[in-house]
């Protein structure tokens, strides 16, 4: 039989009815010596205590009757935990549950949802114990009124308020003051209220002065406030026992009060962040899967502190009993293992892959020059077989003629062989026959105009520009273009690019011996093409220095005109390089002054850009390419789009050929550290990243200094083929062999101070310079004689009457050029004696003060900056008619040819891969993640360490071959596809680094935050410093720059970690990159500690600054960061360019 207790709460509402077992009553052993009369009173009895127990636990139950039930009828819920079945113990953890949940939903946490996420799943971790009860079901036996012992919601508010300020002990108030005192005020005790309070709605602390007594295992009453508070899952809190020997209560350190020795020890006393007190935590190597059970960590398990339960540790890491942490050095180490692997797959494989990709191209290029060698061999045996009896035919006719007849054949050109008519043609490339070249323009088939030069050799010099036009344009008319046939492998590529060679070979060859007739049939031929022609013709050309008022070029008149090679020649300090600079439209900080005209027209000279070549002094070349990868990696960008692959293998290898490069068209370039081909062979190559073009119009200086005499006989034949097509060339040279001088068309002879002393024909400038009575003497060198009288080396004979310094206005007065004022006084003087008149000053200048000077230099640099800006960013009309290839199609290519110099760079990638990988762990073994800090300590060392390393490395990639892509960009190919394929190829850099570090650091500090959140992380802050690098390297020499990258790490991280600064700090602060990337490893990190762990968050958070709901903002922010440098980093390389 059982007994049920109908209960009635009155409400608000109404009546709510509730039953209570009390039943059954146990049955009567045999064994008890016990007579039935008592034992049913002690039943009674036992019935009627919990009834009062139920009366006095909860006051708000209204009316108590009993209803008797059958056993039969009436099954209780059986529940997981047998004491949540009991339906008091029931009944107070729903009321706790309520107040603790009103803990973190109330305005107690509305200032401090910077450390709470989610206050449901902050509860489930902290105070949700439906999965034992026991602490409740033992509070319940020892105190017949718990909840009148619970603090309220006002108390709470008390309790940490006074935390979250920093106080260590809690302000007098109601209960516990210098005047009322009482014994549950002390630490571990607690009272209950005198009347019944709303322990959620309660607004001021209750009056507590009855039954005071210890805490109760599994709560907490803190000294100060007498009231218990629920332990969080995670903590221990067992009642304490004297210890008498120090007179602590352990396991806690709270004391006794000294004036009342009856006291005794009380529960915990107090939860507050571990490092202030870590008396409640549950310690390292132990979990509390209650708050009053302590239970050690098992062998194979770890259990950290603050641990509810056991984890399982990892195989192949070692976990002895009440280990705290795993060891998972192993897998660091398999980690690296592999990732080392990976990356010597990917670099020999892809090593592998270009190489066994060249040599079967150098295969098939091989194969196909040796055939078509064979067949030029065969035809030209086949030919002098065919002339050998052709010519034995001849004489035998004429024999048999002179026998039988005194006729002659109608035509002795052809002859009968073998039954077949033969005529006297060229068939060298029958089996070949050659596709049509397009001009850039894409259709429009040209010329090849290497009777150009014969025609202005039959010219007379002084035809002007507009009747040369005429005659270029009734050149210009076109047969019917035939239709092109297509190669689709190497070999045939390769067959059709060496059979058009041997035909030009061979066509050279019979050039040599044209007679008139012959030069005026090939240049009547419409079928020979042509580029396009550009002619320049510039008057009183004057080049000013800005700011000193110093003329580098003065007063230059002339042209240089297509099809013809002009050399340009003087002292040192003549100019030669700025009248180059200047007909390029290359002289930036300079004023020029003058008219320069193109084809007859005022246009700027960059309007032709993709068609002009530049050829710098210096031997500006990518070191870590081939030969080969060089020229065609220029041929592909700056030629057609139009242009069949055919067609640019021929040009490749046509100049590969002219400038006797075969030996070495696949050896490295190499640098100033690394050795590769000679500085003759170098030199070529400098040539022929111009030559590659196909150019209208080249300028080259000094392309023969440095070169011995047959390799610049060598450059100076392949120019003069490339003047055969029509190219206007022009070339500064120093003193060159009278044989090379002799390969000149024009020469330009320039004195000191830029002005002329003669422009003409080579072959007119000693009759010129004898009608001034200057006459060159035997055996000695034109060129080194007229430079030796420039210089003042060599003074003029008596006879002459004149001194060098006369020269430039002899020429002037001859050609009818008008004479800067200055100069024009003393020309009646010219005539009876010598006139010192400085040539290399206009004007004498007033002499400035110092302050003066400064100023002039500033106003001078900051005109140099906006003419370089003005000169980058205002780009003319394209009137080349040259189609070149995308953007997106030059990404391309820059991607393959970034990744090849990367490939060869792989030592230096693995040298950077292992200083990560001793820092990462260096810094994980010296700085173990904090619990008390969360790692704060160990990743700010780690924001430092991989800023400082990965900004050292990135700096390379735009440090390095800044000459490059200044010569480069200048020649038309786009700046936006040379730096994103370079940022492209440092995204491998920046995905692999994150894991060198973190497989070390990771893997020995063993923080509590996954693998992937620190990958994370660490990705965006080696994004965001590739960014930074970016800018360092293109703002910044190299020197400086490497300077920035060491010392901007540590600054920004040292201001980012300032905790009491100024307010300006603290906004600075907010700006840095560290500040972001630490906020978000230490917010990843704090997230994984709950439970226990709960105010130590808060207060870590609250005194960093940081904020939980901020981490995918600050991963943002990181991101933003590296796309506004690189942004940066683009407009600064295109607007800061040097040239």
Known sequence: MKLLLHLTLQQPT????????IGPFPRVPSSWKMSRKKFYLSSFTLFIL?????????????????????????????????????YPTRTVYDRLSNLTSIILTSEIVEDYTFCINDPTSEWNNAFNYSSNLDFLSACLAKNKDITTRFCTIAEIKFYFSNLISGGSHLKPNRNCNLSYWLSGCEPGWACSTEDLVDLKNSHEIPRRASDCQSCCEGFFCPRGITCMIPCPLGSHCPLATLNKTTGICAPYTYQLPPANPNHTCGGADIWTDIGTNSDVFCSAGSYCPTTTQRVPCSSGNYCPTGSTDEKRCFKLTTCNSNTANQNIHAYGVMLIAALSTLLLIIYNCSDQIITTRERRYAKSREAAARTIREKTRARARWKAAKDAAKKHAVELQAQISGKFSKKTPANSDQVKIFNQTETETDDLSASMSPTSSFTQSGGKKTEHAHHTHMIYGMEDDSCSFEAYGKESQNKNIKKKIPKEKKFYTHSQIFKYAYSQLEKERAQQQQNKNLNFSGVISMAMNNDTRKRLLVEIAFRDLTVTLKGKNKNLLRSVTGKIRPGRITSVMGPSGAGKTTFLSALAGKAVGCMVTGMVLVNGKSVSISSYRKIVGFVPQDDIVHGNLTVEENLWFSARCRLSADLPKADKVLIVERIIDSLGLQAVRGSLVGTVEKRGISGGQRKRVNVGLELVMEPSLLFLDEPTSGLDSSSSQLLLRALRREALEGVNICIVVHQPSYTLFQMFDDLVLLAKGGLTVYHGPVRKVEEYFAGLGIN??????????????LEGMIKTSSSSGMSYRELPVRWMLHNGYPIPPDMRKNMAELAISTVNINLENDSVTEEQSFAGEVWQDMKCNVERKRDMIRHNFLRSTDLSNRRTPSTLLQYKYFLGRVAKQRLREARVQAIDYLILLLAGASLGSLTKANDATFGYGAYTYSIIAVSLLCKIAALRSFSLDNLQYWRESASGISSLAHFVAKDTIDHFNTVIKPVVYLSMFYFFSNPRSSFADNYIVLLCLVYCVTGVAYVLAIFLDPGPSQLCSVLLPVVLTLIATQINATKYVKILGDL???KWALEAFVIANAEKYYGVWLITRCGALQKCGYNVHNWGLRIAMLILTGVVCRVIAFVGMVTFQRK
């Open 14 to 21: 109404g009546r709510n009815t509730f039953l209570l077992g």
């Open 776 to 789: 060159v003497p035997e055996r000695v060198n034109p060129p080194d004689f007229f430079i030796d009288i």
């Open 1072 to 1074: 840095c990159y560290p």
């Open 50 to 86: 919990n009834i009062v127990l139920v009366q006095l636990s909860f006051p708000e139950l209204g009316s108590v009757r009993f209803v008797k039930c059958q056993t039969d009828d009436f099954t209780p819920p059986q529940l997981q935990n047998p004491s949540y079945n009991h």
